[in-house]
């Protein structure tokens, strides 16, 4: 009976411990983009605009679309998965529309001063970044509307829809992790609270990459 009660409780802690991990999350997506926009006060240049945009279309944006299918942290878990899909794809229109955006804005304001483009390795994962999450909602498209993908089943599709999805997050967070080695937030901030900002992508990354790999193992077990 001991063994059984506690074999039991092993899920449920682990249930809670998967709720308030996605709970964390979802502050620390708006807590850091908030920081962040404090921070570059957009507006005040053509180079305050680059962090703003960028930081919310990864950090808020794209983190929130995958949070969605969160078993554990979605916002709108009680909606149908067809629901989900919609808003999802929403939030990551959102997400490639700020990610141009933060990429004009600084190839905008490199070109008024002057200065090199991509010299960086900041500058040039960003770029690969933003083109591979343009490609990457491009090719979701057929997921939304099945007939534009003959000859492929939806499971598929939708496997690698979240493989390739999975690598383009972890492409951005690494690019806003760079971001934070720059120049300009190094000066910004204090080094307690750099390390403090540098937790905050690197501990989301961490919980998404879970939940992803998790609902994968956990298809993996049905079709087994």
């Not at 039991?8 to 709970?23: F, I, L």
């Not at 878990?77 to 629901?83: A, D, G, L």
Request: aromatic share 14%; proline share 4%.
């Amino acid at each position: 009976m001991g063994h059984n009660r506690e074999t039991d409780s092993e899920p449920r802690v682990y249930g809670y411990t998967r709720t308030a991990s996605a709970v964390l999350t979802h502050f620390i997506c708006v807590g850091f983009t908030v920081f962040i926009a404090v921070l570059s006060r957009p507006g005040t240049s053509w180079f305050s605009w680059h962090p703003f945009f960028m930081t919310l279309a990864f950090s808020f944006f794209m983190t929130e679309a995958i949070l969605l299918f969160s078993l554990h942290g979605s916002p709108i878990k009680r909606f149908p998965h067809k629901t989900k899909g919609r808003v999802h794809w929403m939030l990551q229109c959102l997400c490639v529309s700020c990610a141009v955006l933060g990429l004009a804005a600084i190839s905008y304001n490199k070109h008024l001063n002057g200065k090199p483009h991509f010299t960086s390795w900041h500058g040039l994962l960003g770029l690969l970044t933003v083109c591979v999450v343009v490609v990457q909602s491009l090719a979701a498209v057929p997921l939304i509307y099945h007939s534009l993908a003959k000859g492929w089943s939806l499971a598929k599709l939708k496997r690698y829809h979240a493989a390739s999805g999975l690598v383009t997050f972890v492409l951005g967070s690494t690019s806003l992790l760079l971001g934070l080695c720059s120049a300009w937030f190094t000066a910004s901030v204090g080094e307690y609270t750099w390390y403090l900002s540098a937790l905050c992508p690197a501990f989301v990354a961490l919980i998404i990459m879970n939940q992803v790999s998790s609902a994968y193992m956990a298809k993996k077990r049905l079709q087994s």
